[in-house]
């Protein structure tokens, strides 16, 4: 049998390149909100949620978006712009691997958005072709409700509690028509990461609204955002706050609404609680040796027969 491949992570010092050059390109007045940091998020989540424990396939190892398999993936859609962010880190540091880039990104651009530090650990290898990549349609669907996010998320090995911490992702960043069907931001600011999502699912009287497309989602106009704008000279219509079904989902379900309550009232746990499955999501399928170094598996060098 061939010997385990490994691949070292890393030095702070590289990697303090990569960061900075992250930070650099944060700022992008031009795109959705001012940020490219949510798209970033969003792509680092994708690449990892693909991850199935009782397969042990999936996860972000492999950065399997590059391919026409994973990346056309419709769940994926919008994507692209952050793969062509980065890809103008990823020629200034070749060293680096997508996937490993993909990752520490997001890690970067939460806490450049005022977010917590989260533990991320680097070594992860690309695929050189689509093999491994796995089926579609592990990706969560928007318009569904809590037994659809079990099911999802305990695939990957998490719990309630986890996943309603995850959520809290959707104070970033926004959807759009073209992407996902869905329209609009979750909180005012979404390029500033805190718990307004948790305060404004609690506190707010969500009215199911169908879109132009069709789509169900749920939708808020904030009363202090009017108020504000009609002060202001060229007042513009305050933007309707939204919510998607899976969103509504975490304070309907008993066992999902009491962390949404804790993580309302208290940031500092909501922000511990993140990043520490954050960086869990982020290792979902790696397997490290004793120092910390990525071993690929016989297993995992398997490809789908599809
Ligand atoms: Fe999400 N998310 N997400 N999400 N998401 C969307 C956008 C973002 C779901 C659906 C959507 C997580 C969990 C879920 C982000 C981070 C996370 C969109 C709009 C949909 C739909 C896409 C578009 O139109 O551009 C569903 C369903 C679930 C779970 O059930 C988790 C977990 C995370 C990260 C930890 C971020 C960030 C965005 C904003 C992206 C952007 O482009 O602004």
Redesign the pocket.
């Known amino acids: 049998m061939a010997q385990p491949q490994t691949n070292p992570t890393p030095s702070s010092s590289q990697l303090d390149h990569v960061a900075q050059a992250v930070r650099d390109l944060l700022h992008q007045p031009d795109y959705?909100?001012g940020s490219a940091?949510?798209?970033l998020?969003?792509l680092?989540?994708h690449s990892a949620?693909t991850y199935d424990a009782a397969s042990k396939t999936g996860g972000s190892n492999g950065a399997g978006m590059r391919y026409e398999k994973e990346g056309g993936d419709p769940a994926n859609?919008?994507?692209q712009?952050?793969r062509a962010f980065l890809e103008l880190i990823k020629k200034k540091f070749s060293w680096i691997t997508y996937a490993d880039l993909w990752t520490v990104a997001a890690v970067v651009a939460i806490k450049e958005m005022g977010g917590p530090e989260i533990r991320w650990r680097g070594g992860r290898t690309d695929f050189t072709d689509d093999n491994k990549i796995p089926p579609r349609g592990r990706?969560?669907?928007?318009?569904?409700g809590a037994d659809?996010?079990r099911h999802?998320?305990y695939r990957m090995g998490f719990n309630d509690q986890e996943?309603v911490a995850?959520?809290?992702?959707?104070n970033?960043?926004?959807?759009?028509?073209?992407?996902?069907?869905?329209?609009g931001?979750w909180v005012n600011n979404?390029t500033r990461f805190s718990n307004t999502y948790f305060k404004l699912l609690l506190v707010n009287d969500w009215k199911k609204k169908t879109l132009e497309n069709g789509v169900e989602q749920y939708v808020y106009v904030d009363e202090d955002m009017i108020e504000e704008d009609e002060d202001a000279e060229d007042a513009e219509e305050p933007e309707e706050l939204m919510m998607?079904p899976?969103?509504i989902a975490l304070i309907q379900d008993p066992s999902f609404r009491p962390w949404v309550e804790l993580y309302a009232e208290h940031k500092d746990i909501f922000f511990d609680h993140?990043a520490k499955?954050?960086a869990k999501?982020l290792e979902l399928g790696i397997k490290r040796d004793r120092n910390g170094n990525i071993v690929n598996e016989e297993n995992q060098q398997d490809g789908y027969k599809s």
């Open positions: 959705d909100d940091g949510p798209v998020v969003r680092a989540w949620g859609a919008g994507l712009h952050a990706l969560p669907d928007g318009a569904q659809h996010i999802i998320f996943i995850l959520s809290g992702a959707h970033l960043g926004r959807c759009h028509s073209d992407r996902s069907g869905f329209e931001k979404p998607l899976t969103d993140f499955v954050f999501l």
